[in-house]
């Protein structure tokens, strides 16, 4: 994959661009397997929300590594991928029973639209290989963006160990206090202990409290 610089409005200046983006260029590039998502979705996450926009992050660790089925947002998969939903079908099934509404749409765009950041920790993977670029050197634009986003008050959910370990790059905001919302992740392997963990009523009574409008985690079409 080559894999060019991106121009990404508030996030061009992160350090991550000079120090660690030149190496995971030269690492991709020399990767010959099939490399997930398509190469104009990798940096799509932060091209749909700017850090004055963001008010959640949602933190994932890697994308879906079968193909047609990630689109550069964590979490979220294309409308036309016929496949198993695993992780997003257990969120889902979450949304349902923490807030009551209804979610079958599996692009999560409209989130994206409302604010809400879905980073994941590594924003490539090789097809069939879960993981395989979490060394590559991603998580050091991980860090820089939760340190970007430090600037004032936010809503951070973090879904599992690994995204857990990133709360170390969560600054204090100079007035106000972050949310940080912290539990297991919705996958398969671990989703008995995802349930009820009420993390999108959480957010919302914590936006409101805010004086700021709450999240439609539903279908779009269904309303607020």
């Known amino acids: 994959m080559i894999l060019p610089r991106p121009d990404l409005p508030g996030w061009a200046d992160l350090p991550f661009w ?4 030149p190496a995971v260029q030269q690492a991709l590039e020399a990767d010959t397997r099939h490399i997930l998502p398509p190469v104009d979705d990798v940096f799509r996450a932060l091209a749909l ?5 963001c008010r959640v992050v949602i933190l ?9 089925k ?16 695993d992780s997003l079908g257990n969120i889902f099934k979450e949304i349902e029973s923490d807030t009551g509404a209804q979610r079958t749409k599996t692009t999560l ?5 409302q604010g809400v950041l879905l980073l994941n920790t590594a924003l490539t993977v090789p097809e069939g290989a879960a ?6 050197g991603w998580n050091a634009l991980t860090r820089d963006v939760l340190m970007r986003l430090g ?5 951070f959910v973090l879904w599992g160990g690994h995204a857990r370990g990133f709360a170390k790059h969560i600054t204090a905001p100079p007035t106000g206090a972050h949310l940080i919302h912290e ?14 963990t009420r993390p999108f009523s959480a957010v919302n009574d914590w936006l409101k409290a805010q004086g700021k409008p709450p999240i439609h985690w539903g279908d779009p079409e269904r309303g607020s």
């Open 18 to 21: 000079d120090t660690a983006f």
């Open 49 to 53: 929300v700017a850090p004055d926009d």
């Open 60 to 68: 994932g660790q890697d994308p879906y590594h079968t193909r047609g």
């Open 70 to 85: 990630p689109d550069g947002l964590a979490f979220s998969i294309r409308d036309d991928f016929a496949g198993r939903l």
């Open 109 to 113: 765009d409209d989130w994206a639209q």
């Open 131 to 136: 993981k395989g670029h979490a060394k590559l």
């Open 151 to 155: 600037d004032r008050p936010r809503a």
């Open 183 to 196: 539990s297991a992740h919705p996958s398969p392997l671990s989703v008995k202990a995802f349930r009820g």
